[in-house]
């Protein structure tokens, strides 16, 4: 017997019939779920942490995605859409986050077949089943969940589901800035000169960063991305001094590529290389950070570097260093998940960021993401755990998959059809945006 085997479509009749599909997340993969289900005429809500929806992409809106339109709306959403008149943009031009959200997330939440369904400042902090913790078994795919949440007024509640689907990413849990992943040694007496991860760097936080000397810890997208706005930024405020410190020895990880059909990402490491040879950016490469600590107003992040131990001193740090999944909230959830990247185990070896880039990704759906926990499904970016490959078209074939699996349409869930762009090379071992 496999796990395929104990995979139950969602019930249409008995105890679970009445109740919805929980979705846990109101981003685009959440939102895409959402509008799968509608089609399938399947019940659901949407639970999103944030106080709008899409409330992580808004925050790093003002950075441009390597995907044109064309690979960032999800079929089902734009069918629905367009049955109310609304046009897909431009297809051949990347949007900003911010362009994403305005243009089409919002749109697609505020529709008249999802908008009553959406709960926006509402974080799920536990799932369980009904009177059953992980360890029993008998009954337990026909036994409803229960999703714990609480709401913005700090108030605690528990809805109850016949499936749950969680799309909740990864943003908010980005990964430590100490090189063995443990929480670093004096962050808690650093933590007000350490910046997430994609800060505005030339709009909502540019005072922060003006004139200041800011490291950027991380060698992926994300940091690139930051490490151009400070050299913008540097041009305009001359005081302002801009440090990349990474872990391994080579400073230039997210590198250029003439078959990569995502123009945007193939020039990201071009760019921050002749930043390099420019001599606006100082490299410290070859850093293992072991804890960081108060030198007055600025800090000190200290670090193995060769044979001994080495010191940055800086104002502000840009931990750009990939992010994590949140799995407390899953603990009574029997979760099957790989060793090393924190994925679905058998998505794992398809997504390994030591093997495969964004575009190398074989399409995958319900199977992929089965776990002995019937009619649980993790999606989207936090599907990938720690790998940083994920593409936004990847996500919306994944959830169109599993809501085929949970209305029982067998032929639908087990056809993937998903064409990525051709690339070159994405991060191979930290954080990366965008898709």
């Excluded at 933590?191 to 003006?210: E, I, K, Q, T």
């Excluded at 090393?340 to 058998?346: G, L, Q, S």
Aim: charged share 25%; proline share 6%; with cysteine.
């Amino acid at each position: 017997m496999t796990l395929l085997d104990l995979a139950p479509r969602v019930a249409t009749e008995g105890p679970l019939a009445d109740l919805p599909v929980v979705i846990v997340g109101a981003g685009p993969i959440g939102l895409a779920a959402a509008a799968n289900l509608v089609e399938r005429d399947i019940d659901f809500i949407v639970l999103e942490a944030g106080a709008e929806v899409a409330d992580s992409m808004r925050a790093w809106g003002h950075t441009r995605l390597f995907s044109p339109w064309k690979h960032l709306v999800d079929p089902a959403s734009r069918r629905l859409l367009e049955s109310d008149g609304w046009e897909l943009p431009t297809p051949e031009r990347a949007p900003s986050g911010a362009e994403l959200v305005a243009e089409y997330v919002a749109p697609l939440a505020a529709h008249e077949r999802l908008a009553p369904h959406i709960r926006t400042g509402t974080e799920v902090i536990a799932i369980s089943r009904e009177g059953m913790d992980r360890t029993r078994t008998t009954g337990r795919a026909a036994t409803p969940f229960v999703v714990r949440l609480r709401t913005a007024d700090g108030a605690i509640e528990e809805l109850n589901a016949r499936a749950v689907i969680d799309a909740s990413g990864t943003y908010r849990q980005p990964n430590s800035l100490s090189s063995n992943g443990l929480d670093l040694i004096g962050m808690d007496d650093v933590a007000d000169n350490v910046s997430h991860a994609l800060p505005d760097v030339l709009g909502r936080d540019r005072a922060r960063f003006a004139g200041r000397h800011v490291t950027v810890v991380g060698a992926g997208h994300s940091a690139a991305n930051t490490l151009l706005a400070l050299v913008s930024l540097a041009r305009d405020e001359p005081d302002t001094k801009v440090t990349w410190l990474i872990r391994k020895s080579r400073a230039e990880r997210v590198t250029a590529s003439p078959d990569d059909e995502l123009a945007g990402r193939a020039e990201l490491g071009s760019r921050v290389a002749r930043a390099v040879r420019r001599g606006e950016i100082d490299v410290v490469d070859g850093f293992e950070i072991v804890r960081a600590q108060r030198a007055g107003e600025r800090i000190e992040l200290v670090g193995r570097r060769g044979d001994g131990l080495d010191t940055v001193e800086t104002d502000i740090v840009v931990n750009a260093t990939g992010f994590r999944p949140n799995l407390g909230m899953l603990r009574e959830m029997r979760i099957e998940l790989d060793d090393i990247v924190e994925a679905p185990k058998r998505l794992a070896p398809l997504i390994d960021p030591n093997v495969h880039s964004c575009g190398t990704v074989d399409p995958h759906g319900f199977r992929e993401l089965i776990h002995p926990e019937p009619n649980f499904f993790i999606v989207g970016m936090k599907s990938y755990g720690r790998a940083p490959t994920f593409l936004l078209a990847t996500g919306y074939e994944q959830v169109r998959s599993v809501t085929a699996h949970l209305a029982g349409d067998a032929a639908s869930a087990a056809k993937i059809d998903l064409v990525l762009p051709a690339t070159g090379v994405c991060s191979t071992d930290e954080g990366s945006c965008c898709s």
